[in-house]
């Protein structure tokens, strides 16, 4: 009986990412076979097919040399640290800008692929109707989250080490976004129908474990406290969480921390906090916005409007996305000195903010750019799509 009112509660709880607002027309205008949605869907389909093949992984099926951990414990190294050549056997030391390839990197690979096609194969399901990707999206989450001899455990505290220094810092849980795209996933899986009761519950128990560590240990605590994209990365990830999990008193805690907190003492009309600018890194600042839009949208999913948060000086997100317009166009314009090219990868975020701010500006810059072809993307264009064919119009 309990786990039938869980399944009925889960079944009305709105999506993180993508609203059932938009995700049933998308998924009927692709049964329809509407033309703005072929483009996007067979590249969706692609990815689909691609990921079904591969996988499953586990933080257990790769472990460092040489660190005494938990078997399941996620572990990852800060990427500018190296060995000291006068102490070969002693702590890391760092070099600024320069990353280390022989870094242990396995698990955070593990943790993007696991994601990545957890929201590939789920939205698949669901969005074409076809029960193969689901099974096998399904079969990918219960080797991460449930099965007891590869399940991951439900934190973060190992993730940024530092060999010879730490075990792990709360500069590591930004790792942790990936779970957001993983989510929307299983949100997808879980409106396909296909997806088994008992697995569901058990993944919603890991998610509140991992909200409780992220809201209540210390290295969760120091993030929540830092002040650049790490702290609005933190947020979004408590926010998705929450409302996967169907905590609606920590998501409107962590909306509220995002308007009042994070964005009114962080942004700043320079479209970086002053930690950001210290590190002159151009992708940074895209991250902060994109963590921002993340929150923000996660918000307007919800029903509550972030888009108008103001910050320093009157800044909104807006005029931050203003601001940094004309280097996302052509980043070679970016006048500060560059520690690492300027990605195009989660400029998703165009797209999502042209939505929520009612900017078709925004959304014809994110068409115009280059980006990757991925899942993640194809979905976006998908809602985009469905966006102006409601009646919105971008200017090209």
């Not at 996007?40 to 472990?63: C, H, I, N, Y």
């Not at 993007?112 to 698949?124: E, I, K, P, R």
């Not at 560059?338 to 929520?356: N, P, R, Y």
Request: charged share 25%.
């Amino acid at each position: 009986m309990l786990l039938g009112a869980w399944c009925a509660q889960a079944a009305s709880s709105p999506m993180t990412l993508v609203s059932e607002g938009e995700a049933d027309p998308v998924r009927s205008a692709i049964t329809r076979k509407e033309a703005w949605t072929r483009d996007a869907s067979a590249r969706l389909r692609a990815q689909a097919d691609r990921r079904v093949k591969e996988g499953p992984w586990s933080v257990t099926f790769d472990r460092p040399s040489g660190i005494a951990l938990d078997l399941h414990d996620y572990y990852s190294e800060a990427p500018y640290f190296w060995p000291n050549p006068d102490d070969p056997n002693g702590a890391y030391i760092l070099h600024e800008g320069r990353v280390n390839p022989d870094r242990f990197t396995a698990n955070r690979a593990a943790l993007y692929n696991m994601s990545d096609a957890v929201f590939t194969l789920g939205a698949a399901s669901y969005l074409f109707d076809d029960a193969r990707y689901g099974q096998r999206a399904a079969r990918i989450v219960h080797t991460w989250f449930i099965n007891p001899k590869t399940r991951m455990n439900p934190h973060l505290e190992n993730a940024q080490a530092i060999r010879g220094v730490n075990t792990g810092r709360p500069s590591g849980i930004i790792q942790g976004r990936e779970f957001i795209r993983a989510i929307q996933g299983m949100e997808f899986l879980e409106e396909s129908g296909g997806w088994d009761p008992k697995d569901q519950a058990a993944v919603h128990k890991w998610f509140e474990e991992y909200l409780r560590w992220l809201t209540q240990s210390r290295n969760g605590l120091l993030e929540k406290a830092s002040t650049d994209r790490h702290a609005t990365w933190w947020t979004a990830q408590v926010a998705a969480v929450a409302t996967f999990v169907g905590d609606t008193a920590a998501a409107r805690t962590a909306f509220d921390f995002y308007r009042d907190r994070v964005f009114a003492k962080q942004a700043r009309e320079d479209t970086s906090s002053a930690r950001e600018e210290a590190r002159a890194v151009p992708g940074d600042s895209v991250a902060e916005i994109e963590a921002a839009t993340v929150v923000c949208r996660i918000g307007d999913v919800q029903g509550v409007d972030l888009w108008g948060a103001r910050g320093k000086n009157g800044s909104t997100l807006g005029s931050l996305i203003d601001n940094l317009q004309p280097y996302l166009s052509n980043p070679r314009r970016w006048s500060r000195e560059q520690a690492t090219d300027l990605e195009t990868d989660g400029l998703s975020f165009l797209a999502f903010a042209g939505m929520g701010l009612k900017r078709p500006e925004y959304i014809a810059l994110y068409q115009k750019l280059e980006h990757p072809d991925n899942a993640w993307l194809s979905v976006v264009d998908l809602v985009v799509g469905r966006w102006e064919a409601s009646g919105h119009q971008t200017r090209h």
